[in-house]
Every structure is written in C-alpha cells, then in structure tokens.
C-alpha cells in the first residue's frame, strides 16, 4: 500500500510504500476510493491534538470498497462500499458509552489521529464504526459527508429548532450544513472571514439568505449560530448575533483563545456550548437525510501524493467546499 505518513508534528507528510495490513479481530480492510482532507487533519498536523499516535497516517474521511475483513466480521461485507469517519472505536463499558453518549468515550480511538486514517490507499477500521453507504453514488462526492457533514449534522441537531441559523466559517462543514437547513425550511446567514467575497458568494449561490463578513452583525437577529472556524473571537460576535434564548454552537475540535467578554453578551438565556466528535446514532440518521435533502458536495480532487497542497490549499481558504484525495 502506499500512504502519506505525518513522523514530526509540524512535518510535510511523506509517501511510504508498506506492505498492506491484515485486519484483525472485528477489523475490516478498504481499499481507500476517496478520503476528504479536514480542518482537523491541519490541527494533527500543526499539534493542536496532544499525543497523535506518530508516525501516524491523517484521514478520516474515508470512502472505500471492503476487500477483506478479520476473524468474527460478517463476510457478507465484503465488496461493499463503506465509510470510515473520526470515531475510530470506542470502549463501550465506560459511563459515557453506557448512556449512549459513546462520542465522549473515555478511551476512545479516532481514526487519522489515534489509528491510522485514509490518506493510503489502503486502511483497516473497526467494522463496527464503519457506515455503509451508496454503492451508486460518486465515492468523492461522498467522503466530505463522513466528517464534515456527520459533526455538522451533530451541530445542528444541537442548534435546535429555530428558522434563522447563522454559519461562521464557510467552509466544507458549513456548505453542507447550509443545504440541509434550507432544506428543512430554515433562513441560513453565511458568516465568512472578511472580505472574502469568493466563499460569500459560494454561500448566496447554495441559496443563504444572506453572506457577508463575520465582523458585522448579521441583518435579523438569529435563532442560533454554529461556529465552524476556529477562531475564538468569533463566540462573542456569535452570541451578540442571536436572541435571547438563543445558542451557539462550536463545532471545532479546536479553537484559538476566546477574548474576555461583558456577561451582557450571554445574559437572557443565551447557551453556549460545543459539540464533541460523532456518535453511530448521528450516522444512522444523517446519511438517509443527506440522500432525502439531496446534498450536493462540491469538492476539489487531488492525487494521494498530492496530499501536502490539498492541506495548504484548506489552510490559506483557496477551496470551495472540500479538498479530498483520490488514491
Ligand atoms: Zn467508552
Ligand atoms: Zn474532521
């Protein structure tokens, strides 16, 4: 198999050739079709993350065909199309696991992070947290939908059920994310780094009522707003945007400090709170939702080798929608 390692925090990501792995007990094996690049594939990258398993292949956004699978797994998966997203494998006895809130797990594995990820041509995952998927559709229209669509799918069930939901950062979680509220009948405010007319225009073309930059107040005041960037100057402007009674969600795995701000911005009832990871429950329902919504990913593919500049191209802003590797 050939992968792109990440040795050193901070390192370009190098091509290796391995031998392919052989999957254990529960583990399946992919022969990788498509992997997106995520935000969070930069914060491993950068060592945001403390204690990524080094060296260590990033990606998890994985699309890919099962080609052989271990000891106790259903053999029947074999030749299907499955998706392997962050959560890697959780320890199913500890509090969190046990109260169906396993994306909190104390001991879990993700994948890119803690396991080897999708930026190979080959991986082996857990079977259990492997999603299957269309076997029809276009394998790098979909891989954006096992992160970038899975945790904003989590946001958004977490911003509730108000009409008018602010986005921050526009990007590959938010595109998708605007396409299902509208949808579902809501009013998407598309927030984007200032001046930057190229993603605003991105926004008003997937049909938000409104873009503009994220240092001005949006034109209604909103229901609630999620926080994609990860800038934490962003979380006052947020609450000063929505109602009282309002939320703000912040869908990062990571974020900058967040500036000492008056109480009066939180005051009325204003929530505040972040989401952690993805649960098998937010899969279930958020792949038959994206088929019923009809989202259309837009995506920029890119060669596995070519891995280093579809991160800095992520980095610098220069995608619409997401980057994703294509072995
Ligand atoms: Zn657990
Ligand atoms: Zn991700």
Same mark, same amino acid.
């Given at each position: ?36 690049? *995520? ?27 099962? #080609? ?22 959780? *320890?199913?006895? *500890? ?10 797990? &104390? ?26 998927? &269309? ?87 909103? &229901? ?57 429950? #937010? ?45």
């Amino acid at each position: 198999m050939r992968a792109m390692i990440l040795e050193t925090i901070g390192a370009p990501l190098r091509l290796t050739e391995r031998p392919d792995p052989i999957p254990s007990l529960g583990e399946i094996r992919l022969r990788v079709e498509a992997c997106a690049v *995520c935000r969070t594939d930069l914060h491993v990258v950068d060592g945001d993350l403390p204690d990524p398993k080094l060296p260590i292949v990033p990606g998890h956004e994985i699309v890919g065909i099962v #080609d052989a699978v271990g000891e106790g797994v259903d053999p029947d998966r074999l030749g299907r199309r499955v998706g392997v997203p962050w959560l890697g494998h959780t *320890c199913g006895v *500890c509090l969190f696991c046990r109260t169906g809130a396993e994306n909190l797990c &104390d001991r879990p594995l993700f994948t890119g992070y803690s396991r080897d990820g999708g930026f190979s041509s080959v991986v082996v995952a857990d079977a259990a947290f492997g999603f299957d998927l &269309d076997p029809d559709a276009d394998p790098v229209s979909l891989a954006p939908l096992l992160c970038a669509g899975l945790i904003g799918w989590r946001c958004l069930k977490k911003a509730g059920d108000g009409k008018k939901i602010g986005l921050y950062g526009f990007g590959a979680a938010a595109h998708i994310v605007a396409q299902i509220s509208i949808w579902q009948r809501r009013d998407v405010y598309a927030f984007t780094s200032p001046d930057d007319s190229n993603a605003q225009a991105f926004a008003r073309d997937l049909g938000a009522k409104w873009a503009g930059s994220s240092d001005e107040p949006p034109p209604v005041e909103l &229901d609630a707003a999620i926080i994609f960037a990860p800038v934490g100057k962003l979380v006052p402007a947020a609450l000063k945007a929505v109602r009282k009674g309002g939320r703000v969600v912040c869908g990062g795995i990571h974020m900058s400090d967040i500036p000492s701000m008056p109480y009066a911005v939180l005051w009325g009832e204003r929530q505040l709170m972040s989401v952690a990871n993805l649960t098998r429950a #937010d899969g279930d329902e958020f792949f038959p939702i994206a088929r019923a919504a009809g989202v259309r990913t837009h995506t920029t593919a890119y060669r596995l080798d070519e891995a280093n500049e579809a991160l800095s191209d992520l980095r610098y802003g220069r995608i619409n929608g997401a980057a994703v590797l294509v072995p």
